[in-house]
C-alpha cells in the first residue's frame, strides 16, 4: 500500500497499547487518500491468499503481509478494494479493517486477547434480567433462556441470573469453562472477530453462539438488543440513535460474516 493508505489505516505508535479491535472502529477522519491502484485482486502463495494491488502484494498498516487464510476471505477483501471509488474508504472496508486487526494487534497477543474476552465471562449481558414489566420479561427469556442452555450443554456453564443491575459472582466453574472455550480460539482472524461481536453485543455467550454456528448474525443482533427493541416500541424510535444502532449492526455483520468466511 502506499504510505498515505497506511498512514490512514492507523500506523501503530510505539508508544500506544494497542487495543485489540481498535483498528476496526472507526476514529476521526483525515481526508482520505485517493485510489492508487487499478485492479485489486489476490495471489495464492503455501501461507494462504496475499491481497495483490495491480499485481503488487499488500500490507497491512504494520506492514505486515495482508494475507488472508482462506480463499472466500481473499475474495471478499479484495473485492472491498475493488469497490472503491476515487478514494480509498476504510469505513466502507470492514473486513480489510478486521483482517488488519487480526494480523498487526491479535497475533502478536493471543493471550491478552483471550484474558480481556474472558472477562465478559462474569458479566455477560444475558445474565442481568428486568424485574417488570412483564412484557419486557418474557422477551429476555424468549431470546436469552435458549442462548444459556445452549451453553450449559455446549460447555457445561450454568450462569447464575440477576434481576436488575446488582452484580452477581459467577460460578468459578462457569468462568472456567467459558475461558477454556475462549482459549480454543487459537485462530487470530476468528479470534478478532469474536472479540468485535463480543464488544459490540455486551455477551460472550451470544458471539460464542455466533462463532459455533448456534444463533445467525440476525438471532444474535434480535437477542443482543431485547432491551433496545423494546424501549424503542413504548417510547418510538429516534432518528439519531437509529442511525447509531444501524452503524454498529454493519460492524457486527461485518464481523460475522468474517468468522464465517475463516470456516
Known amino acids: 500500500m502506499s504510505d498515505e493508505t497506511t498512514d490512514w489505516l492507523g500506523q501503530p505508535r510505539d508508544d500506544e497499547t494497542a487495543d485489540p479491535v481498535r483498528a476496526a472502529r472507526g476514529h476521526a477522519k483525515p481526508a482520505l487518500p485517493r485510489r492508487f491502484y487499478t485492479e485489486a485482486g489476490f495471489a495464492e502463495d503455501p501461507d494462504g491468499f496475499r491481497l495483490t494491488l495491480d499485481g503488487r502484494p499488500a500490507n497491512t498498516p504494520a506492514r505486515n503481509p495482508l494475507r488472508l487464510p482462506t480463499r472466500a476471505l481473499a475474495e471478499r477483501v479484495a473485492a472491498e478494494w475493488a469497490a472503491q471509488d476515487q478514494q480509498v474508504d476504510p469505513s466502507r472496508m470492514p473486513l480489510t479493517r478486521l483482517a488488519n486487526t487480526a494480523i498487526d494487534g491479535v497475533a502478536p497477543r493471543l493471550d491478552a486477547v ?5 472477562a465478559y465471562a462474569g458479566t455477560d449481558l444475558v445474565a442481568y434480567r428486568a424485574g417488570d414489566p412483564e412484557r419486557l420479561v418474557a422477551a429476555q427469556a424468549a431470546s436469552w433462556d435458549p442462548v444459556l442452555a445452549w451453553a450449559r450443554e455446549t460447555f457445561g456453564a450454568r450462569v447464575i441470573l440477576s434481576e436488575g443491575v446488582m452484580h452477581v459472582t459467577q460460578p468459578a466453574d462457569t468462568v472456567g469453562a467459558l475461558t477454556a472455550a475462549v482459549a ?18 455486551g455477551s460472550l455467550l451470544i458471539a460464542l453462539a455466533v462463532l459455533r454456528g448456534r444463533l445467525t448474525p440476525a438471532e444474535a443482533w434480535a437477542a443482543a438488543h431485547v432491551d433496545e427493541t423494546y424501549q424503542a416500541e413504548v417510547w418510538g424510535r429516534d432518528a439519531e440513535a437509529e442511525a447509531r444502532l444501524a452503524a454498529r449492526r454493519a460492524e457486527f455483520e461485518a464481523a460475522a460474516d468474517f468468522v464465517e468466511a475463516r470456516r
Not at 187 to 192: G, M, N, S, T, V
Open 114 to 118: 483471550a484474558a480481556d474476552l474472558s
Open 184 to 201: 480454543e480460539v487459537t485462530d487470530p482472524f476468528r479470534l478478532a472477530g469474536l472479540h468485535t461481536l463480543t464488544t459490540l453485543t
